[in-house]
Protein backbone atom coordinates (compact mmCIF):
# COMPACT_ATOMS: atom_id res chain seq x y z
CA UNK A 1 0.00 0.00 0.00
CA UNK A 2 0.91 3.39 -0.58
CA UNK A 3 2.35 5.50 2.23
CA UNK A 4 2.35 8.40 0.59
CA UNK A 5 -0.27 9.56 -1.38
CA UNK A 6 -0.61 12.22 -4.04
CA UNK A 7 -3.57 12.52 -5.93
CA UNK A 8 -2.75 15.75 -8.61
CA UNK A 9 -0.41 14.85 -10.68
CA UNK A 10 -0.30 18.44 -12.59
CA UNK A 11 -2.00 21.53 -11.20
CA UNK A 12 -2.60 24.89 -12.53
CA UNK A 13 -3.19 28.12 -10.41
CA UNK A 14 -3.04 31.79 -11.47
CA UNK A 15 0.05 34.19 -10.16
CA UNK A 16 -1.32 35.72 -7.05
CA UNK A 17 -3.93 33.23 -6.24
CA UNK A 18 -3.38 30.96 -3.31
CA UNK A 19 -3.21 26.61 -4.05
CA UNK A 20 -3.53 23.85 -2.04
CA UNK A 21 -1.65 20.63 -3.02
CA UNK A 22 -3.02 17.47 -1.61
CA UNK A 23 -1.02 14.93 0.34
CA UNK A 24 -2.84 11.86 2.41
CA UNK A 25 -0.69 9.27 4.47
CA UNK A 26 -0.70 6.37 5.36
CA UNK A 27 0.70 4.85 9.49
CA UNK A 28 0.13 3.08 12.42
CA UNK A 29 3.19 5.41 14.45
CA UNK A 30 1.85 7.91 16.83
CA UNK A 31 4.99 9.42 16.31
CA UNK A 32 5.89 10.63 12.61
CA UNK A 33 6.42 13.68 10.62
CA UNK A 34 5.61 15.22 7.58
CA UNK A 35 7.75 17.22 5.11
CA UNK A 36 7.01 19.09 1.73
CA UNK A 37 9.91 19.65 -0.57
CA UNK A 38 9.75 21.63 -4.25
CA UNK A 39 11.81 20.62 -6.87
CA UNK A 40 12.09 23.29 -9.46
CA UNK A 41 13.35 22.70 -12.77
CA UNK A 42 16.49 22.97 -12.44
CA UNK A 43 16.52 19.87 -10.37
CA UNK A 44 17.70 20.38 -6.94
CA UNK A 45 15.14 19.45 -3.84
CA UNK A 46 14.44 22.28 -1.52
CA UNK A 47 12.64 21.79 1.59
CA UNK A 48 9.49 23.69 2.35
CA UNK A 49 7.87 22.74 5.52
CA UNK A 50 7.61 20.65 8.44
CA UNK A 51 5.02 19.03 10.37
CA UNK A 52 5.24 16.72 13.75
CA UNK A 53 2.61 14.44 14.56
CA UNK A 54 2.07 16.03 18.01
CA UNK A 55 2.25 19.56 16.91
CA UNK A 56 -1.09 21.37 17.70
CA UNK A 57 -0.47 24.07 15.35
CA UNK A 58 -0.31 23.97 11.63
CA UNK A 59 2.95 24.87 10.65
CA UNK A 60 3.76 27.96 8.86
CA UNK A 61 6.70 29.07 6.47
CA UNK A 62 5.99 32.48 5.05
CA UNK A 63 3.83 32.15 2.01
CA UNK A 64 3.53 28.21 2.60
CA UNK A 65 1.70 26.53 5.31
CA UNK A 66 0.43 23.04 6.03
CA UNK A 67 -3.11 21.96 6.42
CA UNK A 68 -2.53 19.41 8.61
CA UNK A 69 -6.19 16.95 9.44
CA UNK A 70 -4.73 14.56 11.75
CA UNK A 71 -7.52 12.21 11.94
CA UNK A 72 -8.31 12.22 8.38
CA UNK A 73 -4.82 11.71 7.70
CA UNK A 74 -3.78 14.39 5.41
CA UNK A 75 -1.33 16.68 5.39
CA UNK A 76 -2.13 19.42 2.29
CA UNK A 77 0.14 22.15 1.41
CA UNK A 78 -1.38 25.73 1.41
CA UNK A 79 0.69 28.14 -0.88
CA UNK A 80 -0.63 31.52 -0.72
CA UNK A 81 -0.12 34.76 -3.17
CA UNK A 82 1.37 32.21 -6.28
CA UNK A 83 4.12 33.67 -8.08
CA UNK A 84 5.32 32.53 -11.12
CA UNK A 85 8.48 31.13 -9.46
CA UNK A 86 6.30 28.61 -8.01
CA UNK A 87 6.33 26.42 -10.89
CA UNK A 88 7.88 23.32 -9.74
CA UNK A 89 6.99 19.59 -8.87
CA UNK A 90 6.21 19.46 -4.99
CA UNK A 91 6.89 16.29 -3.19
CA UNK A 92 5.32 15.38 0.37
CA UNK A 93 7.47 12.85 2.79
CA UNK A 94 6.59 11.39 5.45
CA UNK A 95 8.95 10.27 8.86
CA UNK A 96 7.01 7.16 10.44
CA UNK A 97 8.21 5.13 13.79
CA UNK A 98 10.19 6.32 16.64
CA UNK A 99 12.51 9.67 16.73
CA UNK A 100 15.75 7.71 15.80
CA UNK A 101 14.20 6.38 12.50
CA UNK A 102 15.29 9.30 9.73
CA UNK A 103 14.03 7.33 6.79
CA UNK A 104 12.10 9.61 4.75
CA UNK A 105 9.32 8.06 2.07
CA UNK A 106 8.62 10.13 -0.77
CA UNK A 107 4.96 10.52 -2.91
CA UNK A 108 5.03 10.78 -6.26
CA UNK A 109 4.92 14.48 -6.73
CA UNK A 110 2.18 17.31 -7.87
CA UNK A 111 3.31 19.40 -10.95
CA UNK A 112 2.08 22.79 -10.13
CA UNK A 113 2.39 25.13 -13.14
CA UNK A 114 1.50 28.87 -12.30
CA UNK A 115 -0.37 30.92 -14.70
CA UNK A 116 0.82 34.95 -15.55
CA UNK B 1 26.97 27.57 5.18
CA UNK B 2 27.93 25.43 2.70
CA UNK B 3 25.03 22.82 1.25
CA UNK B 4 25.28 19.43 0.38
CA UNK B 5 28.01 19.04 -2.04
CA UNK B 6 28.15 16.13 -4.63
CA UNK B 7 30.09 15.22 -7.60
CA UNK B 8 30.26 15.12 -10.46
CA UNK B 9 27.09 17.08 -11.33
CA UNK B 10 27.18 15.01 -14.60
CA UNK B 11 28.40 11.55 -15.43
CA UNK B 12 28.26 9.79 -18.94
CA UNK B 13 29.99 6.98 -19.22
CA UNK B 14 29.73 2.94 -21.05
CA UNK B 15 27.72 0.01 -19.40
CA UNK B 16 30.18 -2.31 -17.71
CA UNK B 17 32.36 1.01 -16.45
CA UNK B 18 32.65 1.72 -12.83
CA UNK B 19 30.95 4.48 -11.55
CA UNK B 20 32.24 6.49 -8.22
CA UNK B 21 29.39 9.11 -6.56
CA UNK B 22 30.97 11.34 -3.88
CA UNK B 23 29.29 13.49 -1.35
CA UNK B 24 30.09 15.99 1.20
CA UNK B 25 27.27 16.45 4.06
CA UNK B 26 26.89 19.61 5.75
CA UNK B 27 29.10 19.95 8.73
CA UNK B 28 27.62 18.85 12.32
CA UNK B 29 25.17 16.62 10.16
CA UNK B 30 25.22 13.38 11.41
CA UNK B 31 23.06 11.32 9.02
CA UNK B 32 23.72 10.86 5.53
CA UNK B 33 21.46 9.93 2.65
CA UNK B 34 21.38 8.70 -0.90
CA UNK B 35 18.57 8.79 -3.23
CA UNK B 36 17.89 7.80 -6.66
CA UNK B 37 15.15 9.44 -8.67
CA UNK B 38 14.23 8.02 -11.80
CA UNK B 39 10.45 8.99 -13.88
CA UNK B 40 9.39 5.35 -13.41
CA UNK B 41 10.17 4.82 -9.93
CA UNK B 42 10.38 8.61 -8.77
CA UNK B 43 12.40 9.41 -4.96
CA UNK B 44 13.96 5.98 -4.05
CA UNK B 45 16.03 5.72 -0.39
CA UNK B 46 18.87 3.86 -1.05
CA UNK B 47 20.99 3.66 1.80
CA UNK B 48 21.39 5.80 4.85
CA UNK B 49 23.50 6.04 7.56
CA UNK B 50 23.88 7.65 11.30
CA UNK B 51 27.04 8.59 13.25
CA UNK B 52 29.28 6.95 9.35
CA UNK B 53 27.61 3.73 10.43
CA UNK B 54 25.44 1.95 7.59
CA UNK B 55 21.50 1.83 9.34
CA UNK B 56 19.09 0.76 6.36
CA UNK B 57 20.28 -0.50 2.80
CA UNK B 58 17.30 -2.20 1.88
CA UNK B 59 16.92 0.20 -1.26
CA UNK B 60 20.17 -0.75 -2.30
CA UNK B 61 19.19 -2.77 -5.86
CA UNK B 62 21.59 -5.33 -6.30
CA UNK B 63 25.24 -6.25 -4.89
CA UNK B 64 26.35 -3.85 -7.65
CA UNK B 65 25.53 -1.31 -5.83
CA UNK B 66 27.69 -0.33 -2.80
CA UNK B 67 28.30 2.97 -0.41
CA UNK B 68 30.51 3.77 2.06
CA UNK B 69 30.98 6.47 4.30
CA UNK B 70 34.72 6.62 5.89
CA UNK B 71 34.11 9.75 8.14
CA UNK B 72 31.96 12.51 9.25
CA UNK B 73 32.21 14.62 6.00
CA UNK B 74 32.41 12.43 2.75
CA UNK B 75 30.57 9.11 1.10
CA UNK B 76 30.66 7.77 -2.00
CA UNK B 77 28.29 5.05 -3.95
CA UNK B 78 29.66 2.93 -6.19
CA UNK B 79 28.27 0.78 -8.96
CA UNK B 80 29.83 -1.85 -10.60
CA UNK B 81 30.00 -2.92 -13.22
CA UNK B 82 27.62 -0.18 -14.10
CA UNK B 83 24.39 -1.03 -16.44
CA UNK B 84 22.18 1.29 -18.58
CA UNK B 85 19.14 0.93 -16.11
CA UNK B 86 21.20 2.32 -13.52
CA UNK B 87 21.01 6.10 -15.75
CA UNK B 88 18.98 8.19 -13.25
CA UNK B 89 20.25 11.34 -10.97
CA UNK B 90 21.27 10.58 -7.36
CA UNK B 91 20.99 13.06 -4.44
CA UNK B 92 22.53 12.92 -1.35
CA UNK B 93 20.85 14.48 1.55
CA UNK B 94 21.98 15.08 4.91
CA UNK B 95 20.42 15.65 8.23
CA UNK B 96 21.09 16.50 12.62
CA UNK B 97 17.97 15.25 13.41
CA UNK B 98 14.71 13.25 12.82
CA UNK B 99 12.39 15.74 12.91
CA UNK B 100 14.68 18.13 11.16
CA UNK B 101 14.60 18.61 7.31
CA UNK B 102 17.05 16.32 5.17
CA UNK B 103 18.80 18.80 3.11
CA UNK B 104 19.93 17.72 -0.47
CA UNK B 105 22.62 18.15 -2.58
CA UNK B 106 22.28 19.44 -6.23
CA UNK B 107 22.36 15.75 -7.40
CA UNK B 108 24.43 13.71 -10.12
CA UNK B 109 23.18 13.32 -13.56
CA UNK B 110 23.97 10.10 -14.58
CA UNK B 111 23.86 8.50 -18.17
CA UNK B 112 24.90 4.91 -18.70
CA UNK B 113 25.31 3.96 -22.22
Known amino acids: AQKITQTQPGMFVQEKEAVTLDCTYD???????LFWYKQPSSGEMIFLIY??????QNATEGRYSLNFQKARKSANLVISASQLGDSAMYFCAMREGVDSSYKLIFGSGTRLLVRP | DAGVIQSPRHEVTEMGQEVTLRCKPI?????LFWYRQTMMRGLELLIYFNNNVPIDDSGMPEDRFSAKMPNASFSTLKIQPSEPRDSAVYFCASTKGSNQPQHFGDGTRLSIL
Open chain 2, 27 to 31: SGHNS
Open chain 1, 27 to 33: TSDQSYG
Open chain 1, 51 to 56: QGSYDE
